[in-house]
């Protein structure tokens, strides 16, 4: 896109409106650096970056989950081509998203940190700048980055901007707190590493831009409000505040820009649930065939599982896994082979006519849910879990009632 638009709304409010259409910005008003977006916005972006197919996506990334491997470690990168030993966050072109943020925003940065013991870390933080060479970061309690940085007090950190779908997948994958997610990223597509310029960390050779310093557990500033993924406002906290030391980029370095709350922002960080959801239904005995952490449930509070039910109580035992396998899970939705789980008209259709709530409902009553659900209890995230078993008796009398007749196949070309 040629002509002249702001950072401040304008981009954000584009990319809205034509998600999940990849677009490039050239002419960014007041910065030098184009601006991308809605680049991995659906599951399908995700799997033609990887050369797979969609129905492959979860397969492979159990592998990949199953088998990481060492990445190549170079000593000339790409994201190192240009050094700014002056620190000038004000001339990067951070997005202001909405009407109702506390400002400027990195979104779609993945966080590189190293602990003596437990080893590199990646993972995902958004972070709100409030002064030429200081941001404040949220970082949730209990989460690995919280874990290392309660213990150090301080941590030398990379906020890497610019990644490819394997390197971004990787980061939202929960695992191990010892095992390093850049070699998971390579095990789904080779990557290189190069060691920082600021410390040891040893970051994405490829990436667009680098943001080197440090991030320190006693010093907070207020982080917030900001519009999170289920399309909400979080509040105001007291965060962490990250200096920023060095900043390294490509010479023609593109700032890639994650849309918080759109359609990118729900596939990258649901999307790596679900093979942690597939594996659990799967150790518990149920042929699961296919997870979908839909949108509508803002791709993380909602499950649909697709599996091929073998005895009655297959549904309520996939449901029980799945809730073990995503914790932050809230409903959960589980229908036969012949339900296209993509397709909310299906399921629901499922709902409506396989349903029957005293003998299909299981609710689990204030568990510990997600930090995102707005209608969670305050303070504690205590949440009524529900699983919907949507389907069919295995029973030949009873099975035949709840099977869709369906249509005559035709071949349109011959009519239109």
């Not at 950190?157 to 980061?171: D, T």
Request: proline share 5%.
């Amino acid at each position: 896109m040629q002509t002249s638009v702001s950072a401040d709304l304008e981009i954000a409010g584009i990319l809205k409106a034509v998600e999940p259409t990849p677009v490039l910005f050239d002419n960014v008003a007041g910065f030098d650096y184009r601006v991308v977006g809605n680049l991995f916005a659906t599951k399908v972006a995700v799997a033609e970056y990887l050369k797979i197919s969609t129905q492959e996506l979860i397969p492979t990334l159990t592998r990949a989950i199953d088998n990481p491997t060492e990445p190549e470690v170079v000593k000339k990168a790409p994201c190192q081509e240009v050094v700014e030993d002056i620190v000038d966050l004000d001339k990067i072109p951070f997005l202001v998203h909405s009407e109702h943020d506390g400002g400027r925003y990195i979104t779609s940065a993945v966080v590189i940190t190293n602990d003596d013991e437990w080893g590199q870390n990646m993972s995902y933080h958004r972070a709100l700048q409030f002064d030429k060479n200081k941001m404040a970061v949220r970082v949730v309690k209990g989460r690995h980055f919280h874990r290392y940085l309660e213990k150090n007090g301080e941590l030398d950190v990379a906020f890497c901007i610019g990644n490819p779908a394997n390197i971004m997948v990787a980061g939202a994958i929960s695992v191990d707190i010892d095992i390093d997610e850049l070699h998971i990223a390579n095990s789904l597509e080779p990557i290189r590493l190069v060691k920082a310029k600021t410390s040891d960390l040893l970051i994405p050779a490829d990436c667009e831009f680098v943001l080197e310093g440090k991030v320190y557990l006693h010093e907070r500033h207020d982080e917030g409000p900001f519009i999170d993924l289920t399309e909400t406002l979080d509040i105001v906290r007291q965060e962490p505040v990250f200096e920023v030391k060095k900043i390294t980029h490509r010479k023609d370095a593109i700032w890639q820009a994650l849309l918080s709350g759109g359609l990118e922002h729900k596939v990258l960080m649901g999307m790596p649930r679900e093979p942690t959801i597939f594996r659990e239904v799967t150790n518990k005995g149920v042929e699961c065939v296919d997870v979908n952490l839909s949108p509508g449930g803002c791709s993380w509070l909602h499950a649909i599982l697709k599996i091929r039910k073998k005895t009655e109580d297959d549904g309520k035992t996939a449901i029980q896994a799945a809730f073990e396998g995503h914790g932050s899970l809230k409903h959960c939705f589980v229908v036969d082979e012949d339900i296209d789980i993509y397709n909310p008209l299906d399921v629901e259709w499922a709902m409506a006519t396989r349903f029957q709530a005293d003998q299909d409902l299981v609710v689990k009553d204030k568990e510990p849910g997600s930090s995102l659900d707005p209608s969670a209890e305050p303070g504690t995230k205590l949440t009524t879990k529900v699983g919907f078993d949507l389907t069919m008796p295995l029973d030949p009398e009873k099975r035949k009632h709840a099977i869709r007749a369906g249509f005559p196949q035709v071949e349109l070309d011959k009519y239109f």
